[in-house]
């Protein structure tokens, strides 16, 4: 699957989201003969509702002894860690709306992004506390920011709110009224009368610090576009630094959130290209890709200790380390169309219908999960309570015990 180039008015903005997810489907169903077969446990499988019509792509969140679900229905359901029962189910958009790539629990409230509203959810009863639309996106056509595909953030107390158009949005968690917002405005490159459209991909705090993500067009079509990795003020939303990505034209873009590594900040491009930019001053330590590059990538990366997970639309699965990015293995057989999952022992690369699981040392393929229907997909990453491993398909809500 290529990544479709985002054209440069809204509506077929957000159907690029749509691209991706279709042209993942499209591929679903495939099988492995060399694949270990007997060695995941399920625990529990539950459907949820509109499974297998419409697809969600929030990665489930772990709350205590509650896992949180989106459906493709439009609900958010947390559920019983334990046996998939669930405790309450609170419907927050039309079905498929649920486009956030993530949730937060912030203030005893679940948070999820929509296409355009970040809706908080009370942990303990399911009720709505707010509804918040990010500003007007900069195509200056009174809609909001766009917040399908991004990754919302949080420091516990507020929300960080990453929108098209590129905006960043501090939102309190307890009311959901805003204390700033940052707006990336015109850049050098910008030469028509009005600011070239961007966007904000995701953001993660760190201390007094809000990292973010994201992308600016350089024509007014938005044929070629470069990537952008800044670092604000978490208390004022004030500019600290921001970082131009020396990508070719077009495909610089990165489309998901940065992942800290320690005192590193890592960024992937769509191109394949993970950036590792220092917190304090946005000074680019080092960068690799894969010299077997074949397609645009989507997933986030992963980090245990000095260790990066990282897939690069090379087929492979690579361990990098975090000091200066030499590869420590690569393995087939599979890329990543959703974010990885690395735990104590294992990594967990969701392609399509599959679910490949590898050792975390060595890269071995120790089992590979699949979905129960052919043309079925994993829509979300998976997260982990403990051994037990959640995730989501088209089909419904999945646990099953981490393989030994």
Same mark, same amino acid.
């Given at each position: 699957?290529?990544?479709?180039?985002?054209?440069?008015?809204?509506?077929?903005?957000?159907?690029r989201?749509?691209?991706?997810?279709?042209?993942?489907?499209?591929?679903?169903?495939?099988r492995?003969?060399?694949?270990?077969?007997?060695?995941?446990?399920?625990?529990?499988?539950?459907?949820?509702?509109?499974s297998g019509?419409?697809?969600?792509?929030?990665?489930?969140?772990?709350?205590?002894?509650?896992?949180?679900?989106?459906?493709?229905?439009?609900q958010?359901?947390?559920?019983?860690?334990?046996?998939?029962?669930?405790?309450?189910?609170?419907?927050?958009s039309?079905?498929?709306?649920?486009?956030?790539?993530n949730?937060?629990?912030?203030?005893?409230?679940?948070?999820?992004?929509?296409? #355009?509203?970040?809706?908080?959810?009370?942990?303990?009863?399911?009720?709505?506390?707010?509804?918040?639309?990010p500003?007007?996106?900069?195509?200056?056509?009174?809609?909001?920011?766009?917040?399908?595909?991004?990754?919302?953030?949080?420091?516990?107390?507020?929300l960080?709110?990453?929108?098209?158009?590129?905006?960043?949005?501090?939102?309190?968690? #307890?009311?959901?009224?805003?204390?700033?917002?940052?707006?990336?405005?015109?850049?050098?490159?910008?030469?028509?009368?009005?600011?070239?459209?961007?966007?904000a991909?995701?953001?993660v705090?760190?201390?007094?610090?809000?990292?973010?993500?994201?992308?600016?067009?350089?024509?007014?079509?938005?044929?070629?576009?470069?990537?952008?990795?800044?670092?604000?003020?978490?208390?004022?939303?004030?500019?600290?630094?921001?970082?131009?990505?020396?990508?070719?034209?077009?495909?610089?873009?990165?489309?998901?959130?940065?992942?800290?590594?320690?005192?590193?900040?890592?960024?992937?491009?769509?191109?394949?290209?993970?950036?590792?930019?220092?917190?304090?001053?946005g000074?680019?330590?080092?960068?690799?890709? #894969?010299?077997?590059?074949?397609?645009?990538?989507?997933?986030?990366?992963?980090?245990?200790?000095?260790?990066?997970?990282?897939?690069?639309?090379?087929e492979?699965?690579?361990?990098?380390?975090v000091?200066?990015? #030499?590869?420590?293995?690569?393995?087939?057989?599979?890329?990543?169309?959703?974010?990885?999952?690395?735990?104590?022992?294992?990594?967990?690369?969701?392609?399509?219908?599959?679910?490949?699981?590898?050792?975390?040392?060595?890269?071995?393929?120790?089992?590979?999960?699949?979905?129960?229907?052919?043309?079925?997909?994993?829509?979300?990453?998976?997260?982990?309570?403990?051994?037990?491993?959640?995730?989501?398909?088209?089909?419904?809500?999945?646990?099953?015990?981490?393989?030994?």
């Open positions: 699957m290529r990544t479709p180039t985002t054209p440069g008015n809204r509506g077929k903005a957000v159907s989201w749509f691209l991706i997810l279709v042209g993942t489907l499209s591929l679903a169903g495939c492995s003969s060399n694949a270990p077969r007997d060695a995941i446990r399920e625990l529990w499988f539950q459907a949820q509702p509109a019509l419409t697809f969600t792509w929030a990665r489930p969140e772990v709350a205590g002894a509650v896992v949180v679900f989106g459906s493709p229905g439009g958010v359901i947390a559920r019983e860690a334990t046996t998939g029962a669930p405790r309450w189910v609170t419907a927050v039309r079905a498929g709306g649920i486009l956030g790539r949730f937060v629990i912030a203030d005893g409230a679940v948070v999820v992004a929509t296409e #355009s509203e970040v809706v908080a959810v009370e942990l303990s009863t399911g009720r709505i506390r707010w509804r918040f639309r500003p007007l996106d900069t195509l200056l056509d009174g809609l909001p920011g766009n917040v399908a595909g991004t990754d919302l953030a949080t420091d516990g107390t507020d960080y709110v990453s929108a098209w158009g590129a905006s960043v949005s501090a939102v309190s968690a #307890s009311t959901g009224s805003t204390r700033w917002v940052w707006r990336l405005g015109r850049l050098s490159s910008d030469t028509a009368a009005v600011t070239f459209r961007s966007g991909a995701g953001a705090v760190s201390g007094d610090t809000v990292f973010v993500a994201g992308w600016h067009f350089t024509n007014p079509k938005g044929g070629t576009k470069e990537g952008l990795i800044l670092a604000l003020n978490r208390v004022t939303g004030a500019e600290l630094w921001k970082l131009v990505l020396a990508e070719p034209s077009g495909i610089g873009e990165i489309a998901r959130r940065p992942v800290l590594a320690g005192d590193l900040l890592l960024g992937m491009t769509i191109a394949g290209s993970l950036y590792a930019v220092r917190r304090s001053t000074e680019v330590a080092w960068k690799y890709r #894969s010299p077997a590059y074949l397609y645009g990538t989507l997933a986030a990366p992963a980090v245990v200790g000095n260790i990066i997970y990282a897939t690069m639309g090379d492979q699965l690579t361990a990098l380390r000091d200066n990015g #030499s590869v420590l293995w690569s393995v087939p057989p599979l890329g990543a169309t959703k974010d990885l999952l690395a735990t104590d022992r294992r990594v967990y690369v969701p392609r399509d219908g599959r679910l490949n699981i590898h050792d975390r040392e060595t890269g071995a393929l120790i089992a590979t999960g699949r979905v129960k229907t052919e043309g079925g997909a994993f829509t979300t990453a998976a997260t982990a309570l403990g051994d037990q491993i959640f995730i989501t398909s088209s089909e419904g809500a999945w646990s099953f015990r981490e393989p030994k």
